[in-house]
C-alpha cells in the first residue's frame, strides 16, 4: 500500500496562473480531505469528501475548488493563484463506518506551493 | 477564534525525562481528541487519541490525559528519546464522523 500520495511535491506559480494538487489513496477510504498549513500554524481545512460525488467546503475554501469523481482521486484545483496561497497543502483521507470509535486520518507528505 | 490552542510553541527535553505536551480548547461540543506528530517534509501521523468518555488512554510510551471540566488534555512522553523530536498537534472533534480542528503545534526535541 502506498496509502495517500500526493503530486507535485513542490511548485512555484506565478501571480495569476492555476494549477492542480493531485491526491491518490489506495486505502478504499471513503472520507477525503485537504488542508493547508501556514508557518507557524495548524492545519485548516480547505475542502472534504465523504465519498465519490458528495464534496463540501472546509474552513477556508475561498480561491479553491475540488472534485472526487473516484474513490480514489480527490485533486484540488487553485484558478487564479494568488501570495495568500503560498502555503503547505495536505491531503488526507479516512475510513468512516458508522462506529462509535473515530478512525484516525492519514496524511500524505504534502506539496510546498509558492506563488510570486 | 482558535478553538484548540497549545500555548508552548516550543519544548526541549532531556532523553530520558519525562515530555509533558499541553493542550486547551474553547468548544463544549467537542467528543474526540487527537493527537498528532509530524516530522520535517513529511504529513502528520496519528498518535493516540482520547474519546471524551475516557480520563485517560495508554499506548506504550505515550499517554493522553483528558479533563473536561478544564477543557484541558496532555501528552505525557515517558521515556522520550531522540527519535520523538518532532512537532505535535493536538486535534479535536466534536463526532466520528466530523472534521478536525488543530491546534498550531509544539516543537518538542529531546537533547542526548
Known amino acids: 500500500n502506498a496509502g495517500v500520495t500526493q503530486t507535485p511535491k513542490f511548485r512555484i506559480l506565478k501571480i495569476g496562473q492555476s494549477m492542480t494538487l493531485q491526491c491518490t489513496q489506495d486505502m478504499n477510504h471513503n472520507y477525503m480531505y485537504w488542508y493547508r498549513q501556514d508557518p507557524g500554524m495548524g492545519l485548516k481545512l480547505i475542502y472534504y469528501s465523504v465519498g465519490a460525488g458528495i464534496t463540501d467546503k472546509g474552513e477556508v475554501p475561498n480561491g479553491y475548488n475540488v472534485s472526487r469523481s473516484t474513490t480514489e482521486d480527490f485533486p484540488l484545483r487553485l484558478e487564479l493563484a494568488a501570495p495568500s496561497q503560498t502555503s503547505v497543502y495536505f491531503c488526507?483521507?479516512?475510513?468512516?463506518?458508522?462506529?462509535?470509535?473515530?478512525?484516525?486520518?492519514?496524511f500524505g507528505p504534502g506539496t510546498r506551493l509558492t506563488v510570486l | 477564534d482558535q478553538q484548540v490552542k497549545q500555548n508552548s510553541p516550543s519544548l526541549s527535553v532531556q532523553e530520558g525525562r519525562i515530555s509533558i505536551l499541553n493542550c486547551d480548547y474553547t468548544n463544549s461540543m467537542f467528543d474526540y481528541f487527537l493527537w498528532y506528530k509530524k516530522y520535517p517534509a513529511e504529513g502528520p501521523t496519528f498518535l493516540i487519541s482520547i474519546s471524551s468518555i475516557k480520563d485517560k488512554n495508554e499506548d506504550g510510551r505515550f499517554t493522553v490525559f483528558l479533563n473536561k471540566s478544564a477543557k484541558h488534555l496532555s501528552l505525557h512522553i515517558v521515556p522520550s528519546q531522540p527519535g520523538d523530536s518532532a512537532v505535535y498537534f493536538c486535534?479535536?472533534?466534536?463526532?466520528?464522523?466530523?472534521?478536525?480542528?488543530f491546534g498550531t503545534g509544539t516543537r518538542l526535541q529531546v537533547t542526548l
Open positions: 488526507a483521507s479516512s475510513y468512516y463506518g458508522g462506529s462509535d470509535s473515530y478512525d484516525e486520518q492519514f
Open positions: 486535534a479535536a472533534t466534536p463526532g466520528t464522523a466530523s472534521k478536525l480542528t
